[in-house]
């Protein structure tokens, strides 16, 4: 076993822990801006670490550049997603908190 084999398996190991990591935030956090969290960031951190492993293996091979550009597609559209889960649980938030308000005044 090589110096690459051993960093590889390192970093795709805990790219998948921090993906695990995720998929237990998402089932255990109720409301859905503490779910988003854990799915956009240890998610994508760990996607980053599988494909820097998975990059080490192929090494010289053409279809790292095809990792590069997945790494870079995650790193642009995980934080635009973010933004709208959340927005969206806001607006949610607000108007469920209205109509509680309105259910108290009715009494």
Known sequence: ???????SSVLILSGSALGLTAAIGI????????RMHSATKPQTLGLLLVLAGAA????GNSD???????GM???????????????????????????????MDDR
């Open 27 to 34: 089932v255990r956090f109720r409301d859905t801006l503490s």
């Open 64 to 70: 790292v550049g095809m990792l590069i550009l997945t």
């Open 56 to 59: 080490i293996q192929l090494l």
């Open 73 to 103: 597609f995650t790193l642009i559209t995980a934080p635009v997603v973010a933004q709208r889960v959340g927005q969206l649980a806001y607006r949610e938030q607000n108007l469920k908190d209205r109509l509680t308000l309105d259910e």
């Open 1 to 7: 076993m090589s110096v690459t084999d051993i960093i």
